[in-house]
């Protein structure tokens, strides 16, 4: 969270036209305490408490954006986005593609899911993939502070609309975050840890989740490649495909519902750019049901290491008998 | 209405070509669709001219404006080019967004014309955006947004009506009430008055006579002035009637009578308008015949210009995806 609320501060100090703007992002500091700070160091017009009217907030940060601001929008949960849905998808996406590349909107929308928190079906879903079939909005899906902070000033400073989802659960997490200005490239990928054996391509919560896999597997005998896209669009398919070509398996990790997910597309790419070199290819992601309340369903409905050592093994043993 | 009677020459003669431009051009929309030469969809304001020339004529070139799907007057009056208008409409390269867009989606910054939306409703909350830039920037300008009835039923609405009062925006909302969403009457689909609905936001509400360019022209200048001094929005529901059906293809009478379209027809804004010019001696009948001539010629050059020009090219499909 500190890594978050480094960027915008640092952003927003380096370019006057980059402003905050969500629903009790001011004093309140934001639901999850992403701008804390902020209002007190650039005031309440750089740092704008909106009234809950999610549409209108990514209208009115498209409206500012076409005039030169670099608006920063957060929307409490994603489950919210399908309020601003209109905006989002049918102007934001396309403002520059349906004028012929004149209208520039640098909006980032900042969000989070907070599946693993117990926030029932309406609260907790993760679904970047929606975002990836409507092109014309950058998606990113930092796994660590470090590539949080990269990747969001990169976002603010850049040309184009960027949907930064954050996981909620991973908002307490610690990790090494580098020193002075430094910004992460849209498009590269991160190999969290070398393997040989399976690449395993996670997404977001699910990248500790395969490296926590990765030891279990490793005691025995088995080596996963854990890579994380860290933005689904751009994706960067040279690298998942240099390890594939290596490994020749493919497991995907996400907390996506299955159907249509971001495993669907990774997977669909690797075939078309690798076919010759694949031998397995497995999906490991929520089913397709809506995230239950209950502590125990919740659990059960999550996917995660075990989930990832369970698809491995199989995928190894498969490999033995064939 | 004692002080519009003052109102330049100039500005009133400017106003009438202005209503010239959008009638002329959108009577060629309706005519080159039906041939096949503009395909898709197109939605003529015929009929609804005197509501963009009345507001614009208040408007300075920095001032901006949002439109929407029905928004080609907006943009002519806002000075987009005929040639532009005309070359986006068949998809040509030398159309304002190069063909990639469309009668619906239109943009030209450089005449104030910031977007035209397709979806209902959708230029309000960007409207409040762009008025919030101005406030930021301490602009003196406001912006204008153009919507019909219709749009006053979307939450998008509510939410930018309310997002601009309680923030003070520099933001003119003016709907076209053209009485009719495609085929729904206003009478089946929208509660209360529409110029009312801005009071519960606290925000002032004027009823206005959409076919005398005069009356329009009244009431936006007190709204846009009220804007610039930083007092907020304002909502103007400007009566008016569209001769076509929604689109060009029809003149509506699935849903309402030939007898209802004259009668509005009568009450057309660019004769009446016409007739008092004359009467009061600020124009003669040739000046304003000249006037006409040379709209109906801008307009056919305009035609010739889009047709001899070239489609864009199929390679550059996907270059304005993102922006570098």
Not at chain 1, 3 to 10: D, G, N, P, T, V
Not at chain 1, 261 to 285: F, K, N, S, W
Not at chain 1, 292 to 319: C, H, W
Not at chain 2, 222 to 229: D, G, L, N, Q, T
Request: charged share 20%.
């Amino acid at each position: 969270m500190e890594s978050i609320r480094e960027a915008l501060a640092e952003e927003m100090r380096r370019d006057p036209k980059v402003f905050v703007i969500g629903e009790d992002v001011g004093q309140y500091g934001g639901t999850f305490k992403a701008t804390k700070g902020l209002v007190q160091e650039f005031g309440p017009e750089r740092v704008i408490d909106s009234p809950l009217s999610e549409n209108a907030i990514i209208g009115a940060a498209t409206g500012a954006a076409i005039m030169g601001y670099r608006p920063v929008a957060e929307i409490m949960y994603m489950d919210f986005l399908n309020e601003c849905s209109d905006q989002l998808i049918n102007h934001l996406s396309k403002l520059h593609f349906m004028t012929g590349g004149k209208l520039k909107v640098p909006v980032v929308i900042r969000t989070q899911y907070s599946l693993g928190r117990n926030t029932g079906a309406q609260h907790s879903q993760f679904f970047p993939a929606f975002l990836m079939n409507t092109p014309g909005i950058m998606v990113a899906v930092p796994s660590t502070p470090a590539d949080a902070k990269g990747l969001l000033k990169t976002a603010i400073r850049g040309s184009n609309p960027v949907l930064f989802v954050e996981s909620a659960v991973l908002y307490a997490s610690k990790g090494e975050v580098p020193e002075g200005e430094f910004l992460i490239h849209f498009g590269k990928a991160d190999v969290k840890l070398e393997g040989s054996d399976v690449t395993v391509v996670a997404v977001s919560r699910m990248v500790k989740e395969a490296i926590a896999a990765a030891n279990v597997l490793s005691s025995e005998g088995i080596s996963i490649e854990v890579i994380d896209p860290r933005t689904l669009i751009p994706l960067d398919m040279e690298t998942i495909v240099s390890s594939v070509k290596k490994t020749g398996r493919l497991v995907t990790a996400e907390d996506c519902v299955k159907t249509a997910g971001v495993g669907a597309e990774v997977i669909a790419r690797t075939m078309e750019l690798a076919m010759g070199h694949i031998e397995d290819v497995q999906r490991v992601a929520s089913p397709d049901v809506p995230a239950p309340f209950s502590p125990p369903l919740q659990d059960a409905y999550m996917p995660g290491k075990n989930a990832i050592v369970e698809t491995v093994k199989k995928m190894m043993r498969r490999s033995l008998t064939s | 209405m004692r002080e519009m009677n003052n109102l330049p020459r100039d500005v009133q003669l400017s106003m009438y070509e202005n209503m010239l431009k959008q009638r002329f051009l959108d009577e060629k929309v309706v005519e080159l669709y039906k041939k096949g030469l503009i395909q898709g969809i197109a939605h003529p304001c015929l009929g609804q001219e005197a509501v963009a020339a009345g507001v614009i004529a208040n408007l300075s070139r920095e001032d901006l404006v949002v439109s929407n799907h029905r928004g080609h007057g907006h943009s002519l009056a806002k000075g987009v080019s005929e040639r532009a208008m005309l070359s986006e409409l068949l998809g040509k390269e030398t159309g304002m967004c190069r063909g990639f867009g469309g009668s619906m989606h239109s943009s030209d910054m450089d005449c104030g014309v910031v977007f035209s939306t397709a979806i209902v409703g959708g230029g309000i909350p960007l409207a409040v955006g762009v008025a919030l830039a101005l406030k930021m920037d301490k602009k003196p300008n406001c912006v204008v947004c153009f919507f019909g009835d219709g749009a006053c039923n979307t939450g998008a609405f509510h939410e930018g009506l309310n997002m601009a009062a309680v923030w003070r925006l520099p933001v003119v909302f003016v709907c076209e009430n053209n009485q009719y969403a495609v085929s729904t009457p206003i009478t089946k689909s929208t509660a209360g008055h529409i110029y009312l609905r801005g009071e519960g936001y606290g925000i002032p509400g004027q009823l206005v006579n959409g076919m005398k360019v005069l009356d329009v022209y009244e009431a936006s200048s007190i709204a846009i002035a009220r804007a610039k001094r930083g007092e907020g929005p304002t909502l103007i529901e400007c009566e008016t009637y569209r001769y076509t059906g929604h689109g060009p293809y029809d003149i509506g009478l699935d849903y309402r009578t030939q007898e209802e379209i004259d009668r509005w027809k009568s009450r057309d804004p660019i004769p009446s308008f016409e007739q008092k010019l004359i009467s009061q001696n600020l124009a003669t009948t040739q000046e304003l015949q000249g006037i006409r001539d040379q709209v109906r010629r801008r307009v056919e050059e305009a035609v010739q210009f889009a047709q001899s020009s070239a489609y864009p090219p199929t390679k550059q499909l996907s270059d304005h995806v993102w922006a570098k």
